[in-house]
Structure formats: C-alpha cells, structure tokens
C-alpha cells in the first residue's frame, strides 16, 4: 500500500535537473505579445489627464490600452462586488494600481513602455493608519462583527486579576519564487488557451470569459505547476490572464505577461496586518474567566478576501483555550493600499498571535511558567469527561482535542523545564547576550468557511496497458499535492507508483474546481480520487467475478487475485477492456457535517482540527538587537500522514516562514504610500541560514478521528503558526533585561527589539 509510505515528491528530479517546467519555460510561438502595466504614482486620486503618446509610439509597442478603451473596464476581483478594475477608471486608490496597459514584442520594450506615460492626478487625502481609518469610518462592512459566547464583561469584572494590552503585527509578502506570470493561446472560434501560475484555475476561467463575454466552455485553463502560491496566487492572478486574453482576442497573437519582481511586490496584496488589543481577566494559576478582544485589520484598496481572511482570525482567537465567557470584535478597514489578500493561514495566525500574547502576559504578570499558564486554559483532551459539552466562542463543539498529551510529550522530549532553568541561570551570568524559550499550541480549523468550496471533482483513466491517468482540481505549488494523491490512486488498485500519471490541473478535464487553499488540498482532491478510483475497480471486480465465476477479488502488489487464479494488474485492464468494461470515471467529494452562519458567528464551520506545538529557543544581543535561533522542537498532528516526509518538509518550511512573518519580513511604506520595501534588497526574507542550528520535528502518530482521506489530516496552514514560538522567545528573552512586560510587536526587527528592550527596563 503506497499511503503512508515517505516517497519523495512526484517532480523532486525535475527540480534539481531544471527539467520541471513553469509558465516561463512553455516554448512560445512566433509573433508572441508580451504586456506591462502603466502604475499610478500616487496613492489616491483622481486623474486629471494622461498622455501616453510616448507610449504607442516606443519601440515595439503594438497596442496600448487605457479605460477608456473599454464599455465596461473588466473587473478582477474575487467577489461578486466587481470592485476591482482591470485598470482605473479615473481615480487610482493605491500607489502601484495599474492605469493602463501595454502590448508590445517583447518583454523589455513593453516594460520599457510603460514608465513613458505621462499623468496627473488631482491628488486626495490618503488613508493609511488604523486610526484614520477608524476616524473616518473607512470599512468594508457597516461595523464591525461581533461573536460572544457567555458574559465576558461580568466575567472579566469579576476575576482576581485583570490585565489589558496590544500587539501589532505587520503583514507579509508572499515572496513565491515564481512570480505572478500568464500565456494566453487564441484558438479557433474564439476559444482560449490560458496557461497561468494559479491557485484557482477555475477562478480564472470564469474571470476571463467573464471579461470577453462569453461562457467558461469557451475557456480552458490549464495549471501543471507554481513555483510557490501561499495565497498570493489565489486570486491576484486575475489581472495578468485577463490583460493577456483581451489581447490575444484583439491582436490574434498568443500573449504573455510576467510581473517583474519589483512590480510584483508594487502591484499584489500582502498578508493582513492586524491590530489586536485585549482584556482579559483570570485567577491565580493563570485560567481564563473572561476575555474580550479587539481585531483591527488594514484591507486595502478593495474588498478582495478581506471579510473571509478577518472572520477566520475571530474562528481562532480562542486557538487551543477554552474560554467560557468571550467577545470578538473585528474591524475591517479600507487603507489606500495594495489590496490585502489571501496568505498561507488566511487570517488564522493574525488571531492566534493575538491570544498566545495573552497567555504570555499573564504568565509573566502571575511570575508563572507560561506553559503552565496554558496548560490551566487548554481544551480537554478525547476521552475527558470535561470535554462533554465544551464549544469554542462560535459555538462549535471541540470534540478531537489532544493538546494536554500532545504538549505533555513535547515538553518532556524537548527537555523543556530544564533547560528553561538552564536559560535563567545563564542570564543572570551575561548581561549583554540574553536567551530566551518559547511555546506556541495550534489549534487549527480545516475547511473553507464558504461552505460550498468544500468540493471537488476527479477524472481517472485505466488504460488497456495497465496504466492510470488521473486529473482532479488541486494545484500544485511545490507542497506534494500531486504524489499524495498519486498514492491515494496506486493505494485504491494495488499498482505500484510507477504505473500512476497525474496530469496538468486542466479546467477541460474537472470542471468547477475550488481553489487549493484552507489547507484542503488533499481532503478534498484525495477522497475524490478515491471515489472515481474505487468506481472502477468495482466494475472490474464485477466483471472479473463474473467471467471466472468466482467470489471474491483481491487487488495488491500489482496483482488482481480472483479466486485461486492470480493476473497481473495490466492484463487485468486489458481483459476488461477487450469485454468492454468501461475504464474510465469521475469522481466527486463534498466535505460532510458542515454548517456556518458567519452572521450569528454559529455553526460548525470545520470538519475537524489539526494540533500542534512548537518550543523555540533564542539568544538576542541586547546592543544591536541581532538574534538567532537555536533550536526548535515541534510536534505535530497529521493524522495518518498520507506521506511523513512531505509532511515534516511542509512543517519545517511552515515554521521557517511563520517565524520570518514575526521576525525579519518587514513591510514599509513611506508617508506618501509608496511601498519601500519592494525587492529582496530591502525585504528580508528568512533562508537557509536563519533555520534553527537544532530542528527536531516529530509526527503525532494517531489518526484523525473523522472519515478524512485515509484518516489523514491537513498539513499546509497549521504548522506556520508554530513560528510563534520564535517571537514569544524572543519577548522572553527581552523581559530578563528589566522588570516591565516588554509587549514586543512585531516583526521583532532589532529595531523593535531595542525598543521592546527598552520598554522593559522603563
């Protein structure tokens, strides 16, 4: 049986020979077009006039397109809201927001082009902070949403203890190492050929055919690879397959468009920042009696996924704690900025964070072990008679807990209460280098809170040679979606690996596909495999039944056993076929037991949860603020991992990016709304050498209580909240050089760092 076998990725050879091909290595034909954006250089106003003379008349420009060239600009955006424009419409809302487009021979000369437009704006006031945007009411709903469960105020009045804080946190650039990029092939009738580095293939297709009027069957999209997504290919590549297919329909010529890096950064939205603040009230071991968040986000420009991406930080505010008494209130402001978007956790970390701040400020007001702290709050484990009856703040029952005797092993395997002692010695004895250690739970919720995403289709083919194509809706991005669901297939026949194709994500082949996001990938896109899958092989037993007149057929190790005769899996298919068994089937899977009422904040909007915990130690140099970590240990749930070593490669890499959000990768924009950092030369992103010297990662070895995919669990968001870790060490490192709750935001820059310090010791 292939699942649960620790096989390496599906295109792992083509990685390292450069044979895996992207959007960029497709050959294009002769006469291919390549465009480039035109981008306001202002953040918000209106446009008072546009010259692009220059523009037409640059060398190898065929074609340049303004609003005004459209009855209708076509809208880019996710939602039915349509508030996106391909290009601005006479008032631009951020500084990067593209203004016109350009079409030309080639890349260079097209983005050559597009610097020669001469605009000007009536320049408005712009909205960039919390503050003016509270001030001016400048939001995306009415007000702000609302869950509470119990009587937080009552409770928090009433507790022994009572503390109040806040933690900012900046957003994030998604950094793929492929960046947004399009091909679009003009067929015949007036068909498309769309070749994007997409997350959501189908989205896409409805968005072009949306754009060229006519209907998706017109469309085809097809998405073998992405060099990296994390969100950011969820719907910010609407714009480069839109612009390329009105192209191609009006010069007839294929059309590509690729984002330089630097306008990349300029053009897509970013992971959310969040202001949270808090109160909270408790006893003297450190439980909660009441709590009452404030969540605070900058959305952009447009509207985008911000509502999905602030309901999921509310769905986690509670994260692994059980809170009796609770009230979430979430705010959603407009900034004129890039258009905030979807991110690897979609909202989930933002709200985490806020809540593991909590637990670290109450451990240190009480002089407690922070683990201890969170250990008095966490929801009762499976099996523990208190978990009868126990609901997170939206009302969902928690029935699956595991944290008490997942942390338990952790924190004896790490060693944990040792060498927690071991730092404060050490910091007693060095004044300048401080170490700290830190812990961060994840409770992590598993299905898109739109409930009618949570499906999928497939198509799997038997051949008469044995071998088996398949095709399903999942896209992969270098997270292993492909061979996971690859072994699903081979598991079902009792083939080897080698007799499994999987094929490009192909809009012709699945049709109304969700995106690969919420960390479904393999529930959805695995259980539909299985189904079509386990279509055929019934028709086969069926058959085989029959023709040998037997009773029982085994399929395993490449052979189909029927009663006491034995063939091989290929002659098997063959012999079907030559009796006209039909090889071929969909599949289809919807997610069970949903239901979610985003208004009320009610309902039971996962499937189940994944847990996890990190502990993370840190040593800073308090004269600069320069840190490193040194060691990580992690233990994690993936139910029964379809594959542990493509698991533990996307919890490594989960955390190694989750603590680069709360570290290094800092977003500035200037007091004009220009975007400084905007390139690696002042982004920093977190490599090889910021892992830890020290990387232990072990799999939580039980499967998941629900009918998932093999009793597998999710593995793609969760793990990035373990990053945590990495900034409650730091704070904890911090609050050895004064007296004072260092309240450390982040990302902890050094800068932040001097600060923080700084704060301690007031």
Known sequence: MSVGKPLPHDSA?????????????????????????????????????MDLEAVRDAEGVVAVYSADDFDHVPDCSPTPLEDEPLLSTGTVHFLGQPVFLVVATSHLAARKAARLGKITYDE??????????????????DGPRIYT????????????????GQIDMGGQEHFYLEGQVALVTPLEGGDMLVNSSTQHPTEIQHKVAHALHIPMHAVRVETRRMGGGFGGKESQGNWLAISCAIAARDTGQPCKMRYDRDDDMMVTGKRHDFRISYTVGYDNTGKIAGIAFVQMTRCGWSIDLSIPVADRAMLHADNAYLFEHARIESHRLRTNTQSATAYRGFGGPQGVLGVERVMDHIAADLNLDPAEVRRANYYSDMGDEPQDGQTTPYGMPVTDGIMHALSTKLLTDADYKS????????????PILK???????????????????????????VYQDGSIQLNHGGTEMGQGLFQKIAQVAASEFGVNMDAIKITATDTAKVPNTS????????????????????????????????????????FGDDIVTVGDHSLSFSDAAKLAYENRISLSSTGFYKTPDITWDRIKGDGRPFYYFAYGMAVTEVVLDTLTGENRILRTDILHDAGASLNPILDVGQIEGGYVQGAGWLTTEELVWDASGRLRTH?????????????????????????????????SKAVGEPPFNLGISALMALSDAVSFCGPNYPALNAPATPEELLNAISRARA
Not at 13 to 40: C, E, K, W
Not at 127 to 139: G, T
Not at 149 to 164: E, M, R
């Open 124 to 141: 408005k006031p712009a909205i960039f902070s919390y503050e003016d945007a509270m001030a001016a009411n400048a939001r995306f709903e």
């Open 419 to 430: 060498r927690r002692d071991a730092i404060t010695t050490w910091n007693k004895a060095n």
């Open 149 to 164: 469960k119990g009587d937080p105020a009552k409770a928090i009045n009433a507790a022994p203890h009572v503390t109040q």
């Open 679 to 711: 390139a690696p030369s002042t982004y920093k992103i977190p490599t090889a050498s910021d892992a830890p010297d020290v990387f232990n990662v072990s799999l939580w070895d039980a499967p998941n209580p629900e009918k998932t995919i093999y009793r």
């Open 515 to 554: 995106a690969t996001a919420a960390s479904s990938g393999a529930d959805l896109n695995g259980m539909a495999v299985k189904a079509a899958c386990s279509t055929i092989r019934e028709r086969m037993s069926e058959f085989l039944k029959e023709y040998y007149a037997v009773d029982t057929v085994i």
């Open 13 to 49: 050879h083509l990685h390292v020979t450069g044979q895996a091909r992207y959007i960029d290595d497709i050959p294009t034909p002769s006469g291919t077009l390549h465009l480039a954006f035109g981008l306001s250089e202002v953040a918000h106003g209106d446009i008072t006039s």
């Open 435 to 461: 170490k700290g250690i830190g812990i961060s739970p994840i409770k992590f919720g598993i299905s898109f809170t739109l409930t009618h995403l949570n499906q999928a289709g497939a198509l799997v083919h």
